[in-house]
């Protein structure tokens, strides 16, 4: 285990991102990093970009219907969840490009699971090593603040049948030991006690949208949600998900 400092949040000007930094966000040193002053090219300093979805995009637009008629709906809460956390394979990291956000935008969430680990009861330490649970879309997609736009029912179920992985509910990295869970998908009877020991002030960091801002942070260890921005303020993404350097998988 690496014994430097694990900083959850950082902010930099587009122009400071190194070849060190980048390393040290890969191997777990940050959480979160915000840089401003960036393109919708700055994000190519961090890594390889995955394919998202069935089609095989690798820039997806928040808040702005795309070619295939759907929409990810920003007019209503989710709730916090990683990327994916549903799949076999998560994405390691993500990243969101401001394109645009109006007076009015609802800020985005961030939640440090790793802080979280560090601060929790011995007592939940114990509960949940070695547990391994469902991820399933099935949970959010059960919920009325589910957020995706289907162009038709066929679609939708197809959707839910797939989407399904059993993933340990403790994940470590070099920096130390993390929850992996959300309340969006993990399936497990321990849910009242993570919840009770999770939502935290001190290991939440809330965001206010600029344009031309890139927030890139670790999915694995780091939820987000977003509240509700009225479909009469413009709030634009774009969203991307990195992979980890090949020597570090």
Not at 22 to 41: L, Q
Not at 101 to 108: F, H, M, R, V, W
């Amino acid at each position: 285990m690496i014994t430097e400092e694990y900083k959850f949040l950082i902010n930099i000007d587009a122009d400071l991102i190194n070849e060190e930094l980048v390393d040290k966000f890969h191997r777990g040193g940050y959480g979160i990093i915000c840089v401003d002053n960036a393109t919708d090219t700055t994000i190519d300093q961090f890594g390889e970009l995955l394919d998202q979805d069935m089609y095989g995009r690798k820039k997806v637009t928040i808040g702005i219907e795309d070619e295939k008629g759907e929409k990810l709906n920003h007019a209503t809460d989710m709730l916090w969840h990683q990327d994916r956390a549903y799949s076999k394979n998560i994405h390691p990291f993500v990243g969101l490009y401001c394109i645009r956000a109006d007076e009015g935008s609802s800020p985005t969430h961030y939640l440090d699971m790793q802080g979280v680990y560090k601060d929790s009861s011995n007592e939940l330490k114990e509960a949940t090593k070695d547990v391994e649970c469902v991820n399933s879309i099935t949970k959010y997609m059960s919920q009325e603040e589910y957020p995706y736009q289907f162009k038709n029912e066929v679609q939708k179920r197809a959707w839910r049948m797939k989407n399904r992985a059993r993933h340990n509910l403790v994940w470590e990295d070099d920096y130390g030991p993390f929850y992996f869970y959300s309340e969006a998908y993990t399936e497990t009877d321990l849910e009242p006690q993570l919840k009770e020991e999770i939502y935290k002030e001190k290991h939440m960091y809330s965001h206010y949208w600029k344009p031309n801002q890139l927030l890139v942070y670790n999915n694995h260890k780091v939820l987000h949600k977003r509240d509700s921005t009225p479909d009469t303020v413009v709030r634009q993404h774009i969203r991307y998900a990195l992979d980890k350097p090949t020597e570090l998988v």
